[in-house]
């Protein structure tokens, strides 16, 4: 996994649809669709190569109210799974 001052970004060729409760995003080379809940949705949108995954869990700590620990654990399992599946720009 990654370090905290990694900066995810997602990659070319997917694309995202919000949700009331979540967001889809539709890989279009494996041609594969997932689901997002609301707090995967946010980390998503905080994938811009920008924002390294402290900000991204202090973003998240603040915005929908989770404890840091959480939104920590959240953030690294999010990313990882996005790199587990492509999602992602290589680092």
Do not use: K
Request: hydrophobic share 40%; with cysteine; glycine share 4%.
């Amino acid at each position: 996994m990654p370090d905290e001052f990694f900066r995810p970004q997602v990659r070319e060729g997917v694309e995202y649809r919000e949700l009331d409760d979540g967001a889809v995003v539709y890989d279009t080379s494996a041609e594969r669709i997932h689901t997002l809940n609301l707090s995967a949705a946010y980390i998503w949108n905080c994938c811009d190569g920008e924002h390294n995954l402290s900000d991204i869990a202090a973003e998240l700590n603040l915005q929908v109210h989770v404890a840091m620990d959480v939104a920590i654990r959240h953030v690294h399992d999010a990313v990882a799974y996005f790199q587990s599946e492509g999602l992602l720009r290589p680092q």
